[in-house]
């Protein structure tokens, strides 16, 4: 079983910074593509960026210039450094992961709790 715990969130006035962390924990996986999404009130998720285990990265195009996706593979941890935030960035972000089991080799997708950014005007 396979965890990813998300840090980061928070308050933040239009213009600011804020930058997230999410964490993957267990045993015997492997992990492929590591991604956030959000979902803000009333809305659908949706992507935000991507990030292949060689670096290959894929932005939303409202993003696009503003977020920077990385990942520290020894440490399992991906980050999204989020600048020039606005309003309408206020939503819940969601960490994934496409994880290999080791032992099955199977592949699934599994999901953080969510962390709330909040952008105000």
């Known amino acids: 079983q396979v965890q990813l715990v998300e840090s980061g969130g928070g308050l933040v006035q239009h213009g600011g910074s804020l930058r997230l962390s999410c964490a993957a924990s267990?045993?015997?996986?492997?992990?492929?593509?590591m991604g956030w999404n959000r979902q803000a009130p009333g809305k659908q998720r949706e992507l935000v960026a991507t990030i292949t285990p060689g670096g290959s990265t894929n932005y939303a195009h409202s993003v696009k210039g503003r977020f920077t996706i990385s990942r520290d593979n020894a440490k399992n941890t991906v980050y999204l450094q989020m600048n020039n935030l606005k309003p309408e960035d206020t939503a819940v972000y969601y960490c994934?992961?496409?994880?290999?089991?080791?032992?099955?080799?199977?592949?699934?997708?599994?999901w953080g709790q969510g962390t709330q950014v909040t952008v105000s005007s």
């Open positions: 994934n992961a496409q994880v290999l089991n080791i032992m099955t080799s199977k592949l699934g997708d599994y």
């Open positions: 267990g045993s015997r996986f492997s992990i492929n593509t």
